[in-house]
């Protein structure tokens, strides 16, 4: 046998084997099958030829047969022994067949099912493409939204809270703490923050009102209170709110923008004061009034009421003086080098907070260091004098609304029209003006 003969599988191999060993077997079996029979012979002839009597002959022909018996029983075991080894080994090889069958279905089974399962995967991966897409494109949104509300309350002038009822939790914005002078570390983020700082006459009727509105008595909270500022003062504002409800109606967070009303407060309570404190009021009464409110308005020591002496003008006349206080003479001046010239000249407030005495000769000279000047329109809107305040010191608080500031000019203008008004009266009737000063 040759080596490209050889069988290269180790069951095929088996199978050479065997039938190699089968092929051999008729002539080694036909050989221990006349064994029995040649012991018997042999037997026979021993015992004819060397035993005397008949006993040992006996013997002799026992002992053959039993040889021969015994021969014959090992060749039908050894006969036996290979056809249950042929049976098993050609069991095994079915059952190896009828695995190879089963294995065989199996993978049959699996890639018929590849094609189904492929796909399906296909159609999930597809799926789950487009949901991360559209997750994307929503965190995008949420990020553009997130900007631009960062930006809208960032540059907003309302300050934005949030409270969480159940916590007592609550965030201020930066915008909400600047409003009282506050820097970003100096409020905490309880709500108490928010109420330790109302005024204590406001405080009940803001929590009543609150109250109102998370009970649903009220679609939204809405209250003009007063919050303490950093420096110990007071500041007006309008906070807004609205209740974020579960599905019962329970309010569990509050959003609400308070917005800084300090200057239409004051504004108010100035219109109101000019409107009902100086109802009747005329001629110099009337500038007193006016200076010694002006003075308190931008806590100043020192404030006057002039009106312009020619056209164009060039000196101005004091029509009340309030300084340290109380009334102080009125006086004459001229107006070149001083901070009023340009009150008058330009039609326009002009006001220095410090550093006066570098711009203007005149103040350098009366060492005044801060100024405030409001020019006065007659009804045609020609300048017919000026209001106004100086320090000696710089102006460190902030001014008053311009609202404030234009109803304490639009008042003087009024007098100052009226008063000369008058005095083109007397003049057509033929009187002697009034004196200027008293």
Known sequence: MTAENLPTDVAEHKRFTDAERARSLPSLDAWLALMPAVVMILGVVAGSWLAQSWLVRLFVYAGALAGALALAEWHLRRRLRFVVDEARSLLEEDLGHHERARASDRLATL???????????????????????????????????????TLAVGGASDGMWEWSIGSDNAYFSPRWKSMLGCAEAEIGDRIDEWHSRIHPDDRARVAQALQAHLEGHTPRFEDEHRLRH???????????????????????????????????????????????GMHGMQGEVAYTALVRKFVSILDMQEAFLCECCDDP???????????????????????????????????????????????WPAARRDGVDSYLGLPCFDTKGNVIGHLACIGRKPMLGELPHDA???????????????????????????????????
């Open 111 to 149: 890639l018929a099912l590849q094609a189904p399962l492929e796909q399906q995967m296909k159609r999930e991966q597809s799926l789950l493409r487009a949901e991360a897409q559209r997750r994307t494109r929503a965190e995008e949104e949420l990020r553009g939204t997130e900007e631009r509300y």
């Open 230 to 276: 950093k420096d110990g003062g007071w500041r007006w504002v309008l906070a807004r709110a609205a209740a974020v409800r579960h599905a019962s109606g329970r309010a569990y967070r509050v959003v609400g923008l308070n917005l800084d009303i300090s200057a239409r407060r004051q504004a108010q309570e100035v219109l109101v004061e000019l409107a009902d």
């Open 313 to 359: 003008p060039t000196r101005v006349r004091m029509l009340a003086h309030w300084q340290g206080g109380e009334l102080a003479p009125c006086s004459e001046f001229d107006l070149t080098g001083t901070p009023c010239c340009e009150v008058v000249v330009s039609a326009k407030p002009v006001f220095a907070g410090s550093g006066a005495g570098e711009r």
């Open 404 to 438: 404030v500031l234009r109803l304490f000019a639009v008042r003087a203008g009024v007098e100052m029209e009226r008063r000369i008004l008058e005095r083109l009266r007397e003049r057509s009737a033929g009187l002697p003006p009034a004196p200027v000063f008293r």
